[in-house]
């Protein structure tokens, strides 16, 4: 049976997606955001063993040359991934579909559906597949919150058992995309195109950053895009929030209520019907 390094997982999640729902985030990310909230989750463990000996609480331990981290002992100090060279820290597991379906069973009666995030979980596309047809055979739903880098058209077993992609369309410009992340957009706009063509796309997401970004042409854009694949699908506008990020990687501040509020009645005014700011 196939592994799938997990972050965390939240039985009951209001906000990845609608209704209640099993959120399920993924270790491992190929892009580097400089905004990123979660930098711990972008890169893999490498096993190196030097958080073990620094935790004050005897939470990390290494067996057979495998660093396993003991959720019950950890105090979240978060030493273990201030001291970590890879800025990963030891705070994930490796668990199979059936470890993961057992946390599902346990809250199934609650929840409308799951949603697999990350980091990037589409990089674990393989034991998606696995775990969506267990889940599906349960009725429930499934979303996939994603960066857009895997090409969906070439994912075909991954795309027909998923229900609902929401999409990060982080910059419409490919030059600032790849500023902002490391890659480029090119993959990230065919699949805006190609998930709204065939019903599965949920929303698209920008978030705002004021200084960095040309936050006007990307909604402009965007918003635009959206218009032509379906002006329904929702345009979630997320202001930049301090929270977690690394200082030294960006120099910005939170947008003001009157900018996001300028900027929804630009999408609105380019056709989107659903456009909201969290
Ligand atoms: S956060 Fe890391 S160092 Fe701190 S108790 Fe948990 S595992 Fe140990
Ligand atoms: S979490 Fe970091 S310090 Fe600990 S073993 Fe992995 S790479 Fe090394």
């Given at each position: 049976m196939l592994k799938g390094i997990?972050?965390?997982?939240?039985?009951?999640?209001f906000v990845d997606g609608p209704g209640n729902r099993t959120a399920i985030f993924f270790q491992g990310c190929n892009f580097d955001c400089l905004y990123c909230h979660n930098p711990?989750?972008?890169?893999?463990?490498?096993?190196?063993?030097?958080?073990?000996?620094?935790?004050p609480?005897?939470?990390?331990?290494?067996?057979?040359?495998?660093?396993?981290?003991?959720?019950?002992?950890?105090?979240?100090c978060g030493?273990?991934?201030?001291?970590?060279k890879n800025k990963c820290g030891p705070k994930f597991r490796s668990m199979d579909t059936e470890d993961i379906l057992e946390q599902i069973l346990k809250v199934k009666t609650f929840i409308s559906g799951i949603t697999v995030s990350g980091g990037e979980c589409t990089l674990q596309g393989e034991?998606?597949?696995?775990?969506?047809?267990?889940?599906?055979?349960l009725g429930l739903t499934i979303f996939?919150?994603?960066?857009?880098?895997?090409?969906?058209?070439?994912?075909?077993?991954?795309?027909?058992?998923l229900d609902m992609v929401m999409l990060d369309v982080k910059s419409f410009d490919k030059d600032e995309h790849k500023m902002l992340t490391g890659k480029d957009n090119n993959i990230v706009i065919e699949n805006a195109k190609y998930l709204g063509s065939i019903n599965k796309l949920y929303e698209i997401r920008t978030v705002i950053v004021p200084e960095v970004l040309d936050n006007y042409r990307n909604v402009n854009e965007i918003s635009k895009l959206?218009?032509?694949?379906?002006?329904?699908?929702?345009?979630?506008?997320?202001?930049?929030?301090?929270?977690?990020?690394?200082?030294?990687?960006?120099?910005?501040?939170?947008?003001?209520?009157?900018?996001?509020?300028?900027?929804?009645?630009?999408?609105?005014?380019n056709g989107c019907e659903n456009v909201i700011i969290v």
């Open positions: 997990v972050r965390k997982i939240i039985p009951f999640s711990e989750t972008i890169k893999s463990c490498i096993q190196c063993g030097e958080c073990v000996d620094n935790c609480y005897g939470a990390i331990s290494l067996v057979e040359k495998s660093v396993i981290w003991n959720p019950e002992k950890c105090e979240d030493l273990c991934v201030k001291i970590c034991f998606l597949v696995e775990l969506f047809e267990k889940v599906k055979k996939v919150d994603s960066n857009g880098s895997t090409d969906f058209r070439k994912h075909k077993e991954l795309t027909q058992l959206i218009v032509d694949i379906n002006p329904k699908i929702r345009y979630k506008l997320i202001k930049y929030r301090s929270i977690g990020t690394r200082e030294d990687k960006i120099n910005t501040h939170q947008p003001t209520d009157e900018m996001m509020e300028q900027l929804k009645t630009k999408a609105c005014s």
